[in-house]
């Protein structure tokens, strides 16, 4: 497992706040005279002159039942500082699941600057449907319209909630409270986030829970103040933060969550009984159920295929091509139990999850040992076992019980098994004895090469005339395809013309060879004649001058690619910064020169090692120009350590690609005709 880069700091017990109590205590309950001298004390402007706004407290009190049922009443009171903080305010939102949790507004009330208590009505808040697309959960969300506001004016809002953030449904949606238990009943979790985009003076998070409970906690990336304390027989542990500003964000950087203060709580032992856990749910769920049609289809995918792999690779592909990715509600099983295989299969929709059942199924069908697993993309996964998940994939698991990721999620329109976007990073594996959290290696740059060759000639009159001729792999393959699958049909030759176009409007392609994107059988490939009239500008005494065509990476700028798009800002970095996948790059051209041309100004030869590499030469060989460069980016995730690099190689790539070079003429300019 690599080296995690995040610092974490033990919680030391360091004191033991005041009015120690239970999330029920209703401590909320604050008189506007303490309010108001809170907002006192916490200051405007003048305390923090480039925010729109403060968080004067944040203060959560989670009472958790012995079934692992908790319920959080969030007081906090925020003042707007600038108009924008005001907007900001006007309006409170609370997203939940009506499936798996329940959000009450108990209070809110309005301090204007000058003076005074306004109440809002609680009437007058909206439950309303999320806006959707794709998924469509029935979630909700809790709107508080406070109405207008004005820089000073304060907002005292108090919540609560009951519930969870994941779904594991017994289809009983009754109005108790007992159908909120986390699915992995008996335990609790939280993941709590001790970050804001405005300056905040206190946040306090306190948590009651039954003393049998083994309650686990980790505080990452800072440290807070801690109570551990027993009373009237429950634990009460209570963290606190003060002073605390919002990150100040870089281009690219991972997300937040990977780098800003946070807190993660558990009664889970470890990821291996996480896993066994999730392992049983599936099987006694009997979610890869082999049916009849499911057998079926799995004899026809396979059917003339001679090795394990081939027929992996065709049920996978099968599962990411032909099941739509669409989230309905059905009742029974939105979160942690996959629906049936067959389901899935009648529906030919589902979401990652669906996706992931039905390649279980159809590789058992196939004689395979297949299960699912857990993963979180886009963000990393701690090693504490609180449950850090929004994705799900399917492990394939060889007779000699190596393993095999597949993600048929992932891969449409991608020839890999498992997309190599998702190196470095976090999986859980639903295997029968249970396994530990692993981190996925970093894909070798060389599976996702992007090769690039013209070859051309330059006319006298500054015309460029010749042919492109490209070949991508991997993740290079996949972002052309990307372009084109996303698109219909009709719009790809035009698509086609952009290869040229992105970098000179003039350029006018004679003849496309293009492989069809919806082939996954072999590379992707295009080659390209074409002729750009006035590459070269022409200067006074008829020298011309240009950028050779290859070096400015015309594919690349098509595509927005990470070597062209990724900022170089800052200088130094605080976090790691992230690309969509390791990548290698190599852009060749060789161009036949005018007689008698004579060029000047070609850059000195480039070497740079590291995280970012890059080795490029520009010379003339026997009346050409002869361009070759070579940029790897070695992995997705790179350490601030990293940066300066890959930054290096990266700055290096982009200043040749904007590198004039002037071509001159030993004879007259009235003489080359």
Known sequence: MRRTLVRRIPLVLLMALTSLGTAGAQEWNTSPEELWAALARAGGAESFPSAEGVVVFDTREVDVEASGLSRTVQHTLRKAITAAGARELAVESFPYDPLSAAVEVLRCRVFPANGGVREVDLATVIDGLDPQALIYWNSRHKSVPIGRLEPGDAVDLVTRRVGFTYALLDGDQGADESRFVPPMKGHFYDIVPFWSSWPVVEQRYRVTIPLDKHLQYQFYNGAAEVSDRIVEGRRVLTFTMRGFKPLEKEPGMVALSDVAPKLLLTTATDWKAKAVWFHDVQEEAESFAVTPELKRLADEITAGLATDEDRIAALNHWAAENIRYVGLHMGTGEGYTLHPAAMTLRDRGG???????????????????????????????????????????????????????????????????????????????????????????????????????????????????????????????????????????????????????????????????????????????????????????????????????????????????????????????????????????????????????????????????????????????????????????????????????????????????????????????????
């Open 351 to 673: 979401v990652c999850k669906d996706k992931a059942g039905i390649l279980v199924a159809l590789l058992r069908a196939a004689g395979y040992e297949s299960y699912p697993a857990m993963t979180m993309a886009g963000e990393r996964i701690e090693n504490i076992a609180a449950d850090q998940f929004n994705h799900c994939v399917t492990v394939w698991r060889k007779p000699d019980k190596t393993t095999v990721l597949l993600d048929p999620t992932w891969i449409p329109g991608v020839r890999e098994m498992w997309s190599s976007r998702e190196q470095q990073q976090e999986v859980l594996m639903g295997l029968p004895a249970g396994a530990d959290l692993l981190t996925t290696p970093v894909s070798p740059p060389e599976k996702h090469p992007l090769d690039l060759a013209v070859r051309s000639t330059l006319k006298d009159d500054g015309t460029l005339e010749g042919t492109l001729k490209l070949v991508a792999e991997g993740q290079s393959d996949a972002a052309l395809r990307r372009l084109y699958r996303s698109r219909v049909r009709s719009e790809w030759a035009a698509l086609d013309e952009t290869m040229l176009t992105s970098v000179d409007p003039r350029a006018v392609s004679l003849k496309v060879t293009r492989s069809d994107p919806d082939d996954l059988r072999k590379p992707f490939s295009m080659e390209i004649d074409f002729r750009i009239p006035g590459y070269a500008r022409t200067l006074e005494g008829g020298s011309l001058m240009l950028i050779p065509l290859a070096a400015r990476d015309p594919v690349g700028q098509a595509m927005h690619a990470d070597e062209l798009a990724l900022s170089t800002k800052p200088i130094e970095r605080r976090y790691p910064v992230r690309i969509g996948c390791s990548k290698l790059v190599r852009l060749s051209e060789r161009m036949a020169l005018p007689a008698g041309a004579k060029v000047e100004g070609l850059p000195e030869a480039v070497k740079r090692d590291g995280s970012g590499r890059l080795t490029a030469t520009w010379k003339v060989v026997g009346g050409e120009l002869a361009v070759d460069e070579s940029l790897t980016l070695t992995k997705r995730i790179f350490s601030p350590e990293e940066w300066p690099s890959l930054r290096a190689a990266l700055e290096s790539f982009r200043k040749l690609a904007e590198t004039p070079i002037l071509i001159t003429f030993a004879r007259p300019a009235k003489e080359k005709a």
